[in-house]
Nanobody, 127 residues
Framework: QVQLLESGGGLVQAGGSLRLSCAAS????????TGWFRQAPGKEREFVSA????????YYTDSVKGRFTISGDNAKNTVYLQMNSLKPEDTAVYYC????????????????????WGQGTQVTVSS
């Protein structure tokens, strides 16, 4: 059974930084695409960032490009989302997710592409 545990959320002022972590148990991240999504109050969950199964490619939604960075540490079986220059509109619950099949990056932006999800971590950015 694959389990994902996010951590690192919290309250930060606009312009500040946070680093989210997503630790996996039950299966390594290696060869499986992984993504971060977020859900703001009253809104649908949306794609934020993804890392390809090879870990060689990264993808970002336009609103976070240049501010957020996704990365992974195979030794720790953990994926990170470094968030800099945070804005109040980044306030949301952030979820990490990983695919159920290896070697695929198809539709990396879509929730349906991911089989396993964490419970989410709250990020609040004050103005």
């Amino acid at each position: 059974q694959v389990q994902l545990l996010e951590s690192g959320g919290g309250l930060v002022q606009a312009g500040g930084s946070l680093r989210l972590s997503c630790a996996a148990s039950g299966r390594p991240f290696t060869y499986y695409g992984t993504g971060w999504f977020r859900q703001a109050p009253g809104k649908e969950r949306e794609f934020v960032s993804a890392m390809s199964w090879s870990a060689e490619l990264t993808y970002y939604t336009d609103s976070v490009k240049g501010r957020f960075t996704i990365s992974g540490d195979n030794a720790k079986n953990t994926v990170y989302l470094q968030m800099n220059s945070l804005k109040p509109e980044d306030t949301a619950v952030y979820y990490c997710a990983t695919r159920g099949t290896r070697y695929s990056d198809k539709d990396y932006y879509a929730e349906r592409s991911y089989a396993y999800w964490g419970q989410g971590t709250q990020v609040t950015v004050s103005s």
